[in-house]
């Protein structure tokens, strides 16, 4: 999809953009959170996941994927299952370390136990991963390659591979 670094940030950028706000209105309504709150705290917390998984997308997870899903591709030419395997190692690794984010900031919020640190990151990363993986495959992932290459993205560039 994107050609150059710049289309790259913009692509990760709205596709990190749409994740983030949606699985953080998922999280605030999963942990009753979402009528406690007032909008001003919702967009606070909203803002500070999106740095800290926009962070994580550019320098961590977004170039890990990218090697292990075309090494996973290596011997296909086919778009569909190299899109399919970077979105997948994507949602594995966001999942992963965006619960360790939730589950430190829980933490913060009510408290932290140490006896129940490896369950409670384990319910996070279930609960997250559950609507991540469906989320991305079936509606942002293709939403935000339809905005990418209608609005973002150079003409005679959409023939270009990933």
């Given at each position: 999809m994107p050609t150059n670094k710049k289309e790259s940030l913009q692509f990760g950028f709205l596709m990190c953009f749409g994740m983030v706000l949606v699985m953080t209105i998922y999280n605030f309504y999963l942990h009753g959170t979402i009528h406690e709150m007032t909008f001003m705290e919702g967009v606070l917390n909203f803002l500070i996941a999106f740095i800290v998984a926009f962070i994580l997308d550019l320098f961590i997870v977004g170039p890990t994927a990218k090697k292990v899903a075309f090494k996973l591709t290596a011997r296909t030419s086919k778009k569909l299952y190299k899109i399919l395997a970077i979105s997948i190692s994507m949602v594995i690794g966001m999942a992963a370390l965006m619960s360790m984010f939730g589950l430190v900031t829980m933490s913060l919020h009510s408290g932290f136990h140490v006896e129940t640190v490896v369950t409670d990151y384990l319910t996070i990363f279930g609960s997250n991963f559950i609507?991540?993986?469906?989320?991305?495959?079936?509606?942002?992932?293709?939403?935000?390659?339809?905005?990418?290459?209608?609005?973002?993205?150079?003409?005679?560039?959409?023939?270009?591979?990933?």
């Open positions: 609507l991540a993986l469906p989320l991305q495959l079936v509606v942002m992932g293709p939403l935000v390659r339809f905005l990418f290459t209608k609005f973002i993205q150079s003409p005679g560039a959409a023939s270009a591979t990933v």
